[in-house]
T-cell receptor
Framework: DSGVTQTPKHLITATGQRVTLRCSPRSGDLSVYWYQQSLDQGLQFLIQYYNGEERAKGNILERFSAQQFPDLHSELNLSSLELGDSALYFC?????????????FGEGSRLTVL | QQPVQSPQAVILREGEDAVINCSSSKALYSVHWYRQKHGEAPVFLMILLKGGEQKGHDKISASFNEKKQQSSLYLTASQLSYSGTYFCGTGTWGNEKLTFGTGTRLTIIP
């Protein structure tokens, strides 16, 4: 158990819908990262927050948005869903930046868009 | 641009050694190595920092060539539990994202 909690674990929805994925980082971790992993593919970086502020952005679609709240939990919002958005979405947390320590990954939220 | 890993896949017999390479086009400050079992979360193996020493624990070690922007992961006397996909992740100075490589699928057979 990494200490990072993601909900829901599984989600099935239809095209055009909107979903919210939630992540609670490890106690004491200020950084939260979101990654997308399509079937048997690599980990694509979406966005990173540190203590409530956006610090780095990857190839995140305009239909996707995220935020980190004062209690440090984070939410990833996916809207106008398309079939290609089906993937495993991982949240990870760390104390500081990747240059100072490891990332701890949650078990992921598996999104299926039908 | 994501780092490139080689080989893409490798099959070994239990007890054999493996080397996985990670190469970046950017000047790196940190290199992470993670192992992911199918359908599970990536698990941290080790981190190497610019100016730091080669790391290792048990039969898994790694090196970081800062000048070439390359890192290698060494697995010796491989065990069945080593099977999975290995990802390197790279960090650059002043940038707070970790970019993962293309992945190397390692299969250990008895």
């Amino acid at each position: 158990d990494s200490g990072v909690t993601q909900t829901p674990k599984h989600l099935i929805t239809a095209t055009g819908q909107r979903v919210t994925l939630r992540c609670s980082p490890r106690s004491g971790d200020l950084s939260v990262y979101w990654y997308q992993q399509s079937l048997d593919q690599g980990l694509q970086f979406l966005i990173q927050y540190y203590n409530g502020e956006e610090r780095a952005k990857g190839n995140i679609l305009e239909r996707f948005s995220a935020q980190q709240f004062p209690d440090l939990h984070s939410e990833l919002n996916l809207s106008s869903l398309e079939l290609g958005d089906s993937a495993l979405y991982f949240c990870a947390s760390s104390v500081g930046t990747p240059n100072t320590g490891e990332l701890f990954f949650g078990e992921g939220s598996r999104l299926t868009v039908l | 641009q994501q780092p490139v890993q080689s080989p893409q896949a490798v099959i070994l017999r239990e007890g054999e050694d493996a080397v996985i390479n990670c190469s970046s086009s950017k000047a790196l400050y940190s290199v992470h190595w993670y192992r992911q079992k199918h359908g599970e979360a990536p698990v941290f193996l080790m981190i190497l920092l610019k100016g730091g020493e080669q790391k290792g624990h048990d039969k898994i070690s790694a090196s970081f060539n800062e000048k070439k922007q390359q890192s290698s992961l060494y697995l010796t006397a491989s065990q069945l539990s080593y099977s999975g996909t290995y990802f390197c992740g790279t960090g650059t100075w002043g940038n707070e994202k970790l970019t993962f490589g293309t992945g190397t699928r390692l299969t250990i057979i008895p």
